[in-house]
């Protein structure tokens, strides 16, 4: 794609999401001329092995960005809203992970099956969006480009790796002690920073990020938001139940959407995702083929299967999405992001 | 109640929903003279402790239902179908768990509190629906009585024992294999009778029961037409999509429905459903209240939450339906209507 090769920071290179960037980026063998990995000053000084390597993470520091020309942000909100100015004051081009720019007018939220368009027009940082969004619009997308979109109602059925490795690390320790009949105790679930926790081993919990007062919580605004400014539908209908299960990684999503147009069968609808990008149709109900996190789970694309016309609505369909939230759903997007940003020249290499 | 009392037979005695069942006669003091447990010959001379005293657990034959005056069934759909006629013939008022007769026309299928009235026209047989329909029409009923109901799209979160005791073993040995890192074997779920098997720990499986040629589910045209038939409503549109996960007991739904009146709010809709029967309103997001199967698991209610009006329709509106399948899906509901019966003086005392 180029034979230019780029001065990379990881920023959040020892959570979930930057461990799952360093894989993608030794899997794409992505342009890297000198690689700095960042993190919180807490994780500091860890070892990590890159392209057979050894690389010393360090803390992420204004200074950090002096001669990088890509940084890809996963480190969280905060530390997004600090360090990504300073980064882009020093010529840095952003792909950042987290909700901290989003919904920012100036700043494109991509999916580059979607819009890698929208990239033309950045200013230094590029959002990647929601994990269960991404998903959704990679899935949609063929849709409106046949049949137009007028309303999407989705339910998610979302893994513990979206809240990182804490996360993680307490739903096993939970099911363990509930195997054997012991309490479970939480801390983390269903979101670090509010005031109660429950046990997810076994359970599904409809909470994902904190309550609005609309009654929705951030996570389904984020679906709904971001939704209408990737695919350009001001006017979408969308709404999101967002539920978190004790899965380690995967996002499922049950779809319900309505065409603009009436009439095309769900054969049609299917025929439309097998040739679209990124789409993997598993569409074989006789044979039991259908969308799995136990088959989907390290793999790039989206997973799309049970596709059935609505009984009632002419216009009216159902589908199931299934993809893995560390990759598409955050760090191969990004990464993706950041080979469409190359492969358009749009990042000045600075040395 | 009465003072009467019955002669009792259930029948699927040692099944997972058969345990409830006895578990519930017990707690809700059933006015019971003799009681007979039954099962398949499989599990015949096992024995059950009832109100302290032992019982032996006899093969179901059709003279086993001589001189009984309600039996309850629970041991699948060609036992119901076997059985069920032979003991009407011999003058006893069957309630079927199963899905055998449920769409008969000459059949009531019953939820208390939304059509105790059909029970009226029995004609010995009284259907019990199934899990995923009861908790959604306790929602819905109060609903449907305030505003009318036009449309109800739902996504089901299902528990494993809603296919058994063979399902939740299976379950819990394969997440024991998981977490030590072994292969998870798979000969039960998502259906055991079909076809090919899967993981279900740590998985969400998009398949309750075998697909039809329309490409839904038999679990999701249950939901659907059984919705349409307690509630009297043929033309409600209906849709659903149905999804196995790895909890062992308790299902979760969430809901998107459109009334027929525009303009309810949801503080509303929810003071309608905190006055409604069987219904335990849990919808405080401030608090973090909300239905979850840890804490609505063991309880007889159908617990609603997350309450919210939708963003775009005046009549549309997101909720979160959660109840015990064993229980309120089953057990509970099954010696709900024989109650029910025997308040309406519907059951001739055969001795």
């Not at 899997?27 to 092995?49: H, M, N, Q, V, Y």
């Not at 590029?126 to 979109?149: F, K």
Request: with cysteine; hydrophobic share 40%.
């Amino acid at each position: 794609m180029t034979n230019k090769s780029y001065q990379l920071a990881v920023v959040g290179a020892t959570g979930a999401v930057g461990q799952q960037m360093l894989k993608t980026l030794e899997e794409r063998d992505f342009p890297i001329s000198t690689l700095k990995l960042l993190s919180s000053k807490r994780s500091a000084g860890k070892t990590i092995t890159f392209r057979g390597q050894p690389y010393t993470v360090e803390e992420a520091t204004p200074a950090s960005f002096e001669g990088i020309d890509i940084a890809l942000f996963s480190a969280g909100g905060s530390v997004s809203k600090a360090l990504i100015p300073e980064a882009v004051k020093r010529g840095v081009v952003c792909v950042d992970n987290t909700s901290a720019f989003r919904m920012d007018k100036d700043v494109p939220l991509v999916v580059p099956e979607v819009n890698e368009h929208d990239l033309q027009s950045h200013q230094g940082v590029i959002a990647n969006p929601n994990c269960s969004t991404i998903q959704m619009v990679v899935a949609l997308e063929p849709i409106r480009q046949a049949y137009g979109l007028n309303k999407v109602v989705v339910s998610t059925y979302q893994a513990v790796s979206g809240a990182g490795l804490d996360a993680v690390e307490e739903m096993e320790a939970q099911t363990k002690a509930v195997l054997a009949g012991e309490e479970a105790s939480a801390s983390v679930l269903p979101v670090s920073g509010d005031k109660n926790h429950y046990q997810i081993a076994f359970n599904a919990i409809p909470q994902i990020d904190l309550f609005q007062e609309n009654g929705f919580t951030f996570e389904e605004m984020k679906m709904i938001n971001e939704t209408k400014k990737i695919m350009h539908l001001p006017s979408l209908e969308v709404a999101a139940t967002c539920v978190r299960l004790p899965i380690e990684t995967g996002h499922s999503e049950s779809v319900y959407f309505e065409t603009e147009k009436s009439g095309a069968s769900a054969a049609e609808v299917k025929e439309r995702l097998s040739n679209a990008p990124g789409v993997t149709l598993q569409d074989d109900p006789t044979n039991q083929v259908y969308p799995m996190v136990t088959t989907a789970v390290g793999k790039p694309d989206v997973f799309v299967g049970r596709i059935r016309k609505d009984l009632d609505r002419d216009n009216g369909f159902h589908a199931w999405i299934v993809s893995d939230n560390l990759l598409k759903g955050a760090a191969w997007n990004s990464v993706q992001i950041a080979e469409s940003l190359i492969k358009l020249n749009l990042i000045k290499k600075q040395a």
